[in-house]
Structure formats: structure tokens, C-alpha cells
């Protein structure tokens, strides 16, 4: 994974590590929202992210939203 896939994976980890800080705090809904819109973001673009690629966002996204829920 090299590139733009390489670039759109990091920062949806990005993303949901803040989402996972965010459930913690009184503006919890904006945690719920960006939460919500990741599996969004990962389809958006039609033949963006190969099927693999697409599996790596979706796991260093919740390992991004596990660190930043657990480190609230």
C-alpha cells in the first residue's frame, strides 16, 4: 500500500482515534459522528481502496478508536 491508499488509511486512524477521545468528553455526539461516517469515507470512492486495503482501514481504524477510547 503505497500513496493516496497509504494516506486515506492513516488519516481515517487518525480520525476515529480522535472519535474514540471525543466519546469521553460533554460534545460525545461528534465521537458518534465521526465514528458513523468511517464506513462511509472508506467506500466513497469507487476502486480507491482495493478490498484489502479496505480491511487494513477498517482495522487501524478500530485500532485507532480503541487507543484514543482508552487513553481518555
Known amino acids: 500500500m503505497r500513496g493516496l491508499p ?3 488509511v ?3 486512524s487518525a480520525c476515529a ?3 474514540g477521545r471525543f466519546l469521553h468528553g460533554p460534545s460525545w455526539w461528534i465521537g458518534l459522528a465521526i465514528v ?3 464506513p462511509f469515507s ?3 470512492r469507487e ?6 486495503e479496505r480491511g487494513w482501514a ?3 481504524s478500530a485500532a485507532g478508536f480503541a487507543a ?3 487513553s481518555a
Open 42 to 44: 472508506v467506500r466513497a
Open 58 to 60: 477498517y482495522v487501524l
Open 6 to 8: 497509504l494516506v486515506t
Open 36 to 38: 458513523l461516517s468511517i
Open 47 to 52: 476502486g480507491a481502496l482495493t478490498r484489502g
Open 10 to 12: 492513516l488519516l481515517l
Open 17 to 19: 482515534f480522535f472519535a
Open 68 to 70: 484514543g477510547f482508552f
